[in-house]
Nanobody, 122 residues
């Protein structure tokens, strides 16, 4: 099994920054396909960013504002969110997958965290 725990969400004003963390345990972290998704009430879960080793990918809506990174020594993945906008208000989830990734933007990751709330006011 793989356990993922997100933290770092909160309530901020537009233009502020937050740093989300995803702590992983239960399996080797350095070789994992990792991703961040977000979901608002009544909406579909949306891809945000992904990382495999040093390779990264982002959704168009967050490019230039969000940065995904990882610290293998700490078994932790991060999402640095800058210049936050009200439309970034969502529950943010981290996800992990091992083996062939396929479409990394798909929600078909087998391992998920519990989510952390990000609220951005105008």
């Amino acid at each position: 099994q793989v356990q993922l725990v997100e933290s770092g969400g909160g309530l901020v004003q537009a233009g502020a920054s937050l740093r989300l963390s995803c702590a992983a345990s239960g399996r080797t972290f350095s070789n994992a396909n990792m991703a961040w998704f977000r979901q608002a009430p009544g909406e579909a879960r949306e891809f945000v960013a992904a990382m495999y080793r040093s390779r990264t990918a982002y959704s168009d809506s967050v490019k230039g504002r969000f940065t995904i990174s990882r610290d293998n020594a700490e078994n932790t993945m991060y999402l640095q969110m800058n210049n936050l906008k009200p439309e970034d208000t969502d529950v943010y989830y981290c996800a992990a997958k091992y083996g062939p990734l396929g479409d990394y933007r798909s929600v078909t990751y087998p391992y998920w965290g519990q989510g952390t709330q990000v609220t951005v006011s105008s």
